[in-house]
């Protein structure tokens, strides 16, 4: 499994494939590998056309990546059908042999022809994005070398569920940007996710009807003076610097985007993802969308704290250490540096975050 700091690493390398759709082979070779899959396949099905605008796969070589298409309709009778699989939860991954134990036999005809002659025993399926238009899917095949799927890699898949939907969520919507704008806005208008588009400073240029509707349900976003902020000053901070950053950087290379977790008064937790609107090396980003959606379990709090707070990745090693309890002195001599230097790392935590011991 992943340790943390490679986690962030597959994270950030899922949002560049935001902007750049041909890194998605490298990020699904990486989950797969962290959690013990053999292949993986993510696509998203036009309803309407009946086509995949993304169609991308990994580990599954030639004859067999090519009989694929010939099962299509076997694949979808897998998982119960067209109708059920539309309506099984977004966030929570699923293991064939246990949502629907007849599709993971040899009943079934891809089973039986295409999966099991490779040694194929199981799949975890993730939902992706689903309305009236798209419905996106990722399936990961677990070879018998492996063993059963269990509960261990559905707690780690669960980890990079909200990552993986936001990115294909950020994809439909740059993607609707070569398209008129007319056309843009009546589409991305109906998206289930509330989106933000604002500029460098946070003003806001535009907002979909879920985000007016979560401004309309809620304190915690707010419109002031025209700008998108958080109610929570700390927050807000965090909003405008990550925005500002954003904007201010040439092209989207290295850019992994901004999380920032918040709770409803409810007590519904949420996270604030913020990415630039810009996909063209060398372009200076001037715009930025602001997606709200359900937020990923598990998340390392010394993580988030460093995301708010623009801390270094150093900064953020001395936070963790102080967090599991450590002294400043055994944290420099982990981090092979200085007590002195672990100190001002300390000072420099302080300022930015705005404490004093």
């Known amino acids: 499994m992943l340790t943390n700091r490679e986690f962030g690493e597959v994270v950030g390398l899922i949002y560049d494939c935001a902007l750049d759709p041909g890194r998605w082979p490298e990020a699904l070779e990486r989950i797969i590998g962290a959690l013990r899959f053999h292949n993986a396949s993510m696509s998203l099905m036009d309803l309407r056309a009946g086509t995949y605008p993304l169609n991308i796969t990994c580990g599954i070589e030639q004859p067999w990546l090519s009989r694929m298409a010939a099962y299509a309709d076997d694949v979808v009778e897998q998982w119960g ?6 309506s099984y939860p977004l966030e929570e991954p699923l293991i064939l042999s246990r949502t629907n134990p007849e599709g993971s036999t040899e009943r079934n005809r891809y089973v039986a022809e295409w999966a099991r002659p490779q040694g194929l025993i199981d799949l975890l399926g993730i939902g992706l994005t689903r309305d009236p238009h798209m419905l996106g899917t990722l399936g990961m095949g677990r070879h018998e070398s492996a063993g059963p799927i269990g509960q261990v890699e559905v707690d780690a898949a669960r980890l990079f569920v909200p990552h993986l939907q936001r990115a294909v969520t950020i994809s439909r919507l740059l993607e609707l940007r070569q398209v008129k704008a007319g056309h843009f806005e009546e589409v991305v208008k109906r998206l289930s996710t509330p989106v933000f588009i604002v500029a460098g400073d946070c003003r806001l240029l535009w907002l979909n009807r879920a985000a007016e509707d979560l401004l309309d349900s809620t304190a915690v976003l707010v419109i002031q003076a025209n700008r998108l902020s958080l109610r929570k000053p700390s927050l807000a901070q965090a909003l405008a610097r990550a925005v500002a950053h954003l904007c201010e950087t040439e092209g989207p290379a290295g850019i992994g985007g901004f999380d920032a977790p918040v709770e409803l008064e409810d007590g519904r937790p949420l996270t604030v993802h913020v990415m630039p609107l810009a996909a063209v090396a060398g372009r200076r980003v001037t715009n930025a969308a602001v997606f709200v959606g359900p937020r990923g379990r598990h998340r390392d709090p010394c993580e988030t704290v460093g995301a708010l707070f623009g801390l270094t990745p150093t900064e953020r090693r001395v936070l963790a250490g102080l967090a599991d309890g450590s002294q400043l002195a055994a944290i420099a001599r ?11 790392h300390l000072h420099r935590i302080f300022e930015k975050t705005g404490m004093r011991r």
Do not use: D, F, Q
Not at 81 to 86: F, H, I, T
Not at 334 to 344: K, Q, S
């Open 334 to 344: 982990r981090l092979n540096i200085g007590e002195a230097t672990a100190r001002t």
């Open 81 to 86: 059908g067209l109708e059920n699989l539309a």
